[in-house]
């Protein structure tokens, strides 16, 4: 979970490595790739999954809202927002009765989202201790915590607060998660069944596919990438799943993995036509043009390697002199260039 607004965070981080760099791109394409930044998700009713933000500048008396990615750049760009991920079934509240100030796209909104669902990760308090993401006052037995999202609740939990054994935790298939809180409400605990640490997988009967083991546990669990396509849906188990309403889970477009396959997707597509734009443009110039945009690139790659090595002598650390002396030589390069075709 990355902070991609960076509005509550600290002074020191204009120091990033490059590794942190490319990761942070990437998660920004997975999440917020099938998400539309340009129009509010508010015409589309309740999304399927949308990345979602709270303000906490303009919320009313405290209560508890969300908005789509859209209104977070326009509406609320000056305000503290809260990251809150992904979330699924969530109409926009922007400009609703719940905030201070109107919607940018629509100033007629007032109503409110009745079927939208709040806890306190819209407050900016996550897992079973409540605490803040990022958090600034950490306590030592977080520090190393990494956040997982339950896929039940949707809250986001530290691994060390899950009670989860090391052995649970290093496992790579633990794609899914369930929280503890979610697998000891009734009705719910016959998910432990498709547990990846449920070893004993006997099944039920020809219909059921179910294991009938049940692990005993106090704890959350992880699942399998495709758990969800494996799940029994037998009259007796869809009987389960309908009145605990957890019929998303049969979904696997309701994953998060799903999810973030469009935002991928739809990248690489437009990554494939810009490179398609810039092979037709470089094949209209002539032969001077083509060498022009050579140097340039050439020139340009040659800058961000520099740049590089600076920031590797420096711990992998790219800081913002560093970026400031790339735009700098661009810019006098572009100078250059516009001199010499000026006395051509
Ligand atoms: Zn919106
Ligand atoms: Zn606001
Ligand atoms: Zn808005
Ligand atoms: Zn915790
Ligand atoms: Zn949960
Ligand atoms: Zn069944």
Redesign the pocket.
């Known amino acids: 979970m990355e902070d991609i607004h960076k509005n509550n965070a600290s002074t020191e981080e204009s120091v990033q490595t490059i590794e942190e760099i490319e990761a942070d791109k990437r998660e920004q394409i997975a999440v917020l790739g099938a998400s539309d930044a340009e129009n ?3 015409s589309q009713g309740y999304c399927k999954r949308q990345a979602l933000y709270a303000c906490l500048t303009c919320a009313k008396d405290g209560q508890p809202a969300a ?2 990615l ?2 977070s750049y326009n509406c609320h760009d000056d305000c503290d927002l809260v990251e809150l991920y992904t979330k699924r079934n969530f109409r ?1 509240d ?1 400009g609703t009765g719940k905030y201070h100030r109107k ?1 940018k ?1 629509d100033e007629s909104k007032n109503h409110l989202n009745d079927e939208n669902k709040y806890d306190f990760n819209f407050d900016g308090k996550y897992c079973q201790c409540r605490r803040p993401y990022p958090d600034p006052e950490c306590p030592e037995d977080l520090k190393d915590a990494e956040m997982i999202q339950c896929i039940l609740c949707e809250d986001w939990w530290h691994d060390c607060c899950l009670k989860l054994t090391k052995e649970e935790l290093d496992n790579e298939d633990n794609d899914e998660m369930i929280c503890p809180r979610c697998l000891c409400k009734p009705g719910l605990s016959f998910l432990r069944c498709y547990s990846i640490s449920n070893t004993q997988t006997e099944i039920g009967t020809a219909e059921c596919t179910k294991p009938i083991n049940e692990p005993k546990s106090e704890s959350g669990s992880f699942f399998f990438e495709d758990f969800r396509l494996k799940i029994c849906k037998c009259v007796a188990c869809m009987k389960l799943i309908t009145d605990a309403k957890i019929e998303f889970l049969c979904d696997y477009a309701d994953s998060v993995a799903a999810y973030e396959q469009i935002g991928i997707d739809a990248h690489e597509e437009e990554e494939k036509q810009a490179d398609g734009q810039i092979n037709n443009f470089l094949d209209k110039l002539d032969h001077n043009g083509q060498m022009e945009v050579a140097h340039g690139v050439s020139f340009m790659r040659q800058a961000m390697k520099e740049m590089c090595e600076k920031a590797q002598s420096n711990g992998g650390v790219i800081t913002a002199e560093h970026t400031a002396e790339l735009k700098r030589k661009l810019a006098e390069r572009t100078e250059e260039m516009k001199r010499r075709r000026l006395n051509q």
């Open positions: 509010c998700s508010f908005m789509c859209a209104c926009c922007c919607c796209f």
